[in-house]
């Protein structure tokens, strides 16, 4: 039984809860200067750090709520903690990351499907170059899907070929492969999923986007991250009808394709390096989109904000 198909627990705050008998649980040590007033014990909390074994704290320590440290706690952390938590974040960083592709094939994308190939081509041959060890998952659409690579190691996957045709399932596509790929996710890899289609959908039969909004956002809430880049003027205003933050989705221009892919390594290094996507990431898209239409002295962050 999944997550789609029993019934659904709610945690305290109201959210989905994702894993279940999983607590995040973060040491009395690395617990926050704020939360250590509360109890009127501020000194007593820090000091835990005369005598602790370091191994057993940080393989504990859930690497999410190392944010929620202040610059004081930072402070107090000396030596060999410090030098604990970098090898930690480092290695979480390093760590490989789930990446999901669903490409739009339908008859409207007929002329770019060379440049999608040599984008998604380089982006695979930059992803080995750097080592990294990403488990690759792409599908193609129309009024159907096809599975290219299922969580394939990224070493192992294969050039894109592929020609356009057809309508366009959107709904059909993510509702089952998002469901599939996460009935088949058996560790907490960070989970980022690229969607890409030139017009809304035209020929779902199974599902809605009221379907699709409800499979997205419980994916978000168990830490899933959504990008939609979309060769539309609503773009935005459609992937937030999906469940995705508009901060997320930027429209591309079909001729500039490729810009695409320099966004997804872009959004694929931040989350290496540190671990969330930077507020910039879609740059590539938007400045390649205002050349072709003659805007180039236009501010890049303005035009890409929603209207």
Known sequence: MGLFNKKEKSNKNGGFNFDE???????????????SKKSGNERSVIRKSDSFDL???????????????????????NGDVSAKLDEVIKEYSNGPIDIMFVFDKSSSC?????????????????????????????VLFNQAETVLCDRT??????????????????????????????????????????IMTDG????S????????????????????QFIFLGAMDFAKDYAVNLGIDEEYAETYNPNAVQSNFKAIEKVVDDIHVVGKISDDWSEPV?????QIE?????NVKKIGKRK
């Open 153 to 194: 190691p990224v070493i192992d996957v294969k050039g894109l070929e592929y020609f356009a045709f057809g309508s366009t399932a959107l709904y059909d596509c993510l509702c089952h492969e998002l469901k599939r790929l996460y009935s088949k996710k058996k560790n907490n890899t960070k989970t980022i999923v690229f």
């Open 205 to 224: 039969r199974l599902h809605n986007i009221n379907d699709t909004r409800r499979i997205i956002s419980k994916l978000r809430n168990g830490g899933w």
């Open 286 to 290: 938007v400045k390649a989109r205002l």
């Open 55 to 77: 191994d057993k704290l940080t393989s504990d320590l859930n690497i999410d709520d190392i944010e929620t440290l202040s610059e004081a706690d930072l402070a107090d952390l």
């Open 294 to 298: 003659g805007r180039k002295h236009i």
């Open 200 to 203: 809304e959908d035209n020929s």
């Open 110 to 138: 007929f002329g770019t499907e060379r440049d999608m190939i040599n984008g998604y081509n380089e982006f695979i041959k930059s992803e080995r170059q750097k080592g990294n060890n990403d488990f690759i998952t792409t």
């Open 21 to 35: 008998g999983k607590e995040s649980k973060l040491p009395d040590l690395f617990r926050t200067r704020e939360i």
